[in-house]
Nanobody, 115 residues
Framework: QVQLVESGGGLVQPGGSLRLSCVAS????????MGWYRQAPGKERELVAR???????SYADSAKGRFTISRDNAKNTVYLQMNSLKPEDTAVYYC?????????WGQGTQVTVSS
């Protein structure tokens, strides 16, 4: 079992930045993949960024060049640095951990990009 707690969301103006954090209840060094997903009102949940074994990263096209996923194994934490935010980035952002055959989700953190 892994509990995930996200933080760092909020209201930001277009062009601004936010850093989301996801703290896991246990060591993430043995977790195969961790990622960030988001869900906007009326839309399906979509992948934003994913880190596999802390080595390989992948990003949604909408996130490339603006978002960066990173993980600090010593703090059991995964981050999502978001720059040049746009109104269309508004969504609830969820942290995900894939450990073996199981997938775990956090409760989500709201990001609102608006002037």
């Amino acid at each position: 079992q892994v509990q995930l707690v996200e933080s760092g969301g909020g209201l930001v103006q277009p062009g601004g930045s936010l850093r989301l954090s996801c703290v896991a209840s246990r060591s993430i060094s043995g977790i195969n993949a961790m990622g960030w997903y988001r869900q906007a009102p009326g839309k399906e949940r979509e992948l934003v960024a994913r880190s596999v074994s802390g080595i390989r990263t992948s990003y949604a096209d909408s996130a490339k060049g603006r978002f960066t996923i990173s993980r600090d194994n010593a703090k059991n934490t995964v981050y999502l640095q978001m720059n040049s935010l746009k109104p269309e980035d508004t969504a609830v952002y969820y942290c995900n951990a894939e450990a073996g055959l199981s997938s775990y989700w956090g409760q989500g953190t709201q990001v609102t990009v608006s002037s």
